[in-house]
């Protein structure tokens, strides 16, 4: 996500209705195409109306085909949403089989495609499978028959050497040192 | 920030003078558009948030190529009158008819036909179906169960949801826009009788079936309809069904007598265990296991099979009432 995309609208892949589940609903209601008849920033519009707009609406008799003529205009392509969202496009000196593209486009998505940040490339309403965590999950068979209290279980995990116990340590290594030192001062003298 | 854009106009002018002997003016933005957008943003914010307008009163509104498209957009076949009269409210057409009255228009002609008959036809028919469908889909729910689920999907937040995404907004003929759930709801019951009377009540069954019931993918049935004493409810299932008597007994605790504490609770009956669940105390975890054990008894768990939303029921199961 670059900076330019802080204010873009965010959201998930969604379809609108459980469109699908029953039966599929082209969700584009409405189109309205809007040019102007004589200038030529126009003319791929104009090329689209006279070719390929009648069999168009005849292929899809689900979307209302408006057009409007209107001078020294830009031609702009208009789609209506059935969720209510509206989305405008430039089409300036756009061909016609440019036109043919960005409205099939229109005619397959459910608002502008353009105008929204995926999170992620999926969604789901149930993050979680196994359901929330309890102290009674996953418990390891040794505690399942444990009598409290007790002494075992009692006990911290790690306890530290105590100073005395360190002291007491140091001295029978020092005993055993000076033992060894002892035995070879005996062993030469028996030689000897 | 004009008079740096003028300079540098003037700057490029003389430029272009230099080069070569064609003058060229360079065009601006003219002097008249900035006081002019001004002014009508003065105006516009002296008027206040404004209602949003009517579709069906801009320049580019066919209502009946809208019509004819509705029907085509749902894959249906209705009669165009019969559809017209769906979408329009009983008090548009009253308002209407006064209007006519007005006019001077004669009184057989002033008849202006309204939804609401064709509303209660297809509630019935919405209503007989919808039953039959959770019947079938769920044939170990108790009769409450089903119908609290009957009426979720038949509420008027449901229905102005599916209506509104059909687009029936910007068609519905209203003495008010936008039109209120209500109004939403009616004429998608409405839309529902002109499809059973212009095309078979099987073809208004499908609908109902691909637009209503539907609403239940994905939700959790335990949203719709909890029961409001799961316990007593579970004993009362047993004894019906002969399972034995429902008894809650301690699986496990910890943290007694402290704020984090948690106790498991499961309910067996006839030395079978129904259910289990946890909480804070002993009642909330009784309570939890109560529900556990009939979502498992009505099979209404998360982990259920998936509805499914392509069968077709007879329509002589589907009792009309």
């Known amino acids: 996500m670059s900076n330019s995309h802080l204010f873009l609208k965010s959201g998930f892949p969604r379809a609108p209705l459980q469109n699908g589940v029953g039966r599929y609903v082209c969700q584009l209601q409405r189109i309205t195409l809007k040019f102007c008849k004589n200038n030529g920033s126009s003319r791929g519009m104009r090329d689209f109306i006279e070719n390929h707009l009648v069999d168009f609406a005849k292929e899809n008799p689900g979307i209302v085909v408006y057009v409007k003529p209107r001078r020294h205009r830009t031609p702009v392509l208009v789609g209506e949403y059935l969720n209510g969202e509206r989305e405008w496009m430039s089409c300036r000196n756009n061909t016609q089989e440019e036109i043919s593209k960005w409205v099939d486009l229109l005619k397959t998505q459910n608002g502008s495609s353009s105008s929204l940040r995926l999170r992620k490339m999926w969604h789901t309403d149930v993050p979680s499978i196994q359901g929330p965590w309890t102290p009674f999950l996953l418990r390891s068979p040794e505690s399942q028959g444990q009598v409290y209290p007790s002494e075992e279980a009692s006990k911290p995990l790690e306890t530290p050497q105590t100073a005395t116990e360190k002291l007491i340590e140091l001295f029978r290594q020092q005993q055993l040192e000076a033992g060894e030192e002892a035995h070879e001062v005996l ?4 030689a000897e | 920030m004009s008079f740096l854009r003028s300079a540098a106009g003037f700057l490029a002018r003389v430029k272009v003078l230099e080069g070569a002997t064609t003058v060229q003016t360079r065009r601006h933005i003219k002097r008249w558009v900035s006081p002019t957008l001004r002014e009508l943003a003065h105006r516009q ?3 206040g948030p404004q209602k949003p307008e009517a579709r069906s009163g801009f320049l580019e ?6 019509l004819f498209a509705f029907g085509k957009r749902l894959g249906e076949s209705f009669e165009l009158s019969q559809l017209q009269r769906a979408f329009t409210e009983k008090s548009f057409a009253r308002r209407e008819e006064e209007r006519r009255r007005k006019l001077g228009i004669e009184e057989t002609d002033l008849q202006v036909p309204d939804n609401s008959d064709l509303a209660e ?4 028919i919405a209503r007989a179906y919808v039953n039959a469908f959770l019947q079938h889909q769920l044939p170990k729910v108790p009769k409450e169960g089903l119908q609290a689920i009957a009426a979720y999907l038949l509420s008027t937040e449901t229905l102005a949801h599916v209506s509104s995404h059909l687009g029936s907004k910007d068609l519905i003929q209203s003495t008010e826009y ?48 909890t029961p409001q004493d799961p316990l007593q409810l579970l004993e009362k299932i047993c004894k019906e ?3 034995g008597e429902a008894e809650p007994r301690l699986l496990g605790d910890c943290g007694r007598n402290t704020v984090l504490a948690a106790y498991q609770v499961g309910i067996y009956a006839n030395r079978q265990l129904l259910g289990k669940g946890f909480g804070e105390d002993l009642k909330t975890a009784t309570e939890t296991a109560a529900i556990d054990g009939l979502q498992s008894i009505f099979d209404t768990h998360d982990n259920r099979r998936p509805f499914d939303f392509a069968i077709k029921l007879e329509t002589k199961n589907v009792r009309l009432g």
Do not use: M, Y
């Open chain 1, 187 to 190: 062993n030469k003298k028996r």
């Open chain 2, 61 to 66: 509104w066919n209502q009946r190529s809208e």
């Open chain 2, 121 to 124: 036809k297809g509630h019935h």
């Open chain 2, 178 to 225: 936008p039109p209120t759930a209500e109004s939403l709801a009616q004429s998608l019951q409405a839309v529902i009788g002109a499809l059973a009377d212009s095309s078979g009540v099987e073809r208004a069954f499908l609908f109902v079936r691909d637009f209503i019931c539907t609403q239940l993918n994905q939700k959790d049935l335990l949203d719709v309809w």
């Open chain 2, 45 to 47: 914010k002296k008027l």
């Open chain 2, 241 to 243: 069904r002969k399972l």
